[in-house]
């Protein structure tokens, strides 16, 4: 008798590591385990769904730099207005710690409420952009040629 008890719960235990069933299939269990087996389904998709979710917010952020680094277009370059005086512009003292900007003919891209882009050429070159968002005073200064950020911080 003895022996038969533990052959069954042994056949028990090896028959239920081995099943094929999913989530979706209904499944017959006692109320305790059904519980159980629902909050970790439960805890499964949650955690599922939160890996989905930092997986597109990495992508949307480097799809931002990418934009980020890329060039200008030709025509936007050329719409863009001339600046002649570029102390101006608060956010490019700080860029001129790290580089000579005044070698370069300098372009305003964007000005408005939240952001300002500026654009940096020489020879009719691309060399930097700078990017400055103005409610957080973060600036990026990015070499256009390298394809990288110089500069990426909190300014002031």
Known sequence: ???????????????????????????????????????????????????????????????????DTAPVSEEEAASAELVTDISQYEELEYAKNTLDLSVYESRLLTDNQGTRVMLFSKDNEQVYKTIFVKNNSWLKVIDLKADKLVLNEKIK
């Open 1 to 67: 008798m003895n022996n038969k008890v533990i052959v069954f719960f042994a056949t028990a235990f090896i028959l239920g590591g081995c099943s094929t069933q999913t989530a979706d299939e209904p499944v017959v269990e006692s109320s305790d385990s059904a519980a159980q087996s629902s909050e970790e389904v439960m805890t499964e998709s949650a955690s599922s769904e939160s890996m989905a979710v930092e997986s597109s917010a990495g992508m949307e952020s480097s799809s931002e730099e990418d934009k």
